[in-house]
């Protein structure tokens, strides 16, 4: 069964980098899309970026167009997430979920992934 660990949040001031990694184990990660969400504090679960299984189709969210980078090492079995020029309203528990069945055509809806990550806190603020 996947299981997936994300690690690599903390506190960064405006304008800094974080880089988000998804270890997957239990099972390989070459036949899952796997999408980043993230919760803020009140606020519903929103879809950032989604890789598909071949690494070949990526989305992400306007919020994040061009700041922000998702890739996948299926080798090492992680999909990571490249955070760049990250805002205050970037706070939130970032997560990734395995998406099996729609490779990213569905990777906004968080209903149609699974499993899920534990998740991990990214704070911006100065």
């Not at 803020?40 to 679960?45: C, F, I, L, M, N």
């Amino acid at each position: 069964q996947l299981q997936l660990v994300e690690s690599g949040g903390g506190l960064v001031q405006p304008g800094g980098s974080l880089r988000l990694s998804c270890a997957a184990s239990g099972w390989t990660l070459d036949y899952y899309a796997i999408g980043w969400f993230r919760q803020a504090p009140g606020k519903e679960r929103e879809g950032v970026s989604c890789i598909s299984s071949s690494g070949a189709t990526t989305k992400s969210a306007e919020s994040v167009k061009g700041r922000f980078t998702i890739s996948r090492d299926n080798a090492k079995n992680t999909v990571y997430l490249q955070m760049n020029s990250l805002k205050a309203e970037d706070t939130a528990v970032y997560y990734c979920a395995g998406d099996l069945y729609y490779d990213c055509r569905r990777w906004n809806r968080a209903s149609e992934f699974g499993p899920w990550g534990q998740g991990t806190q990214v704070t911006v603020s100065s």
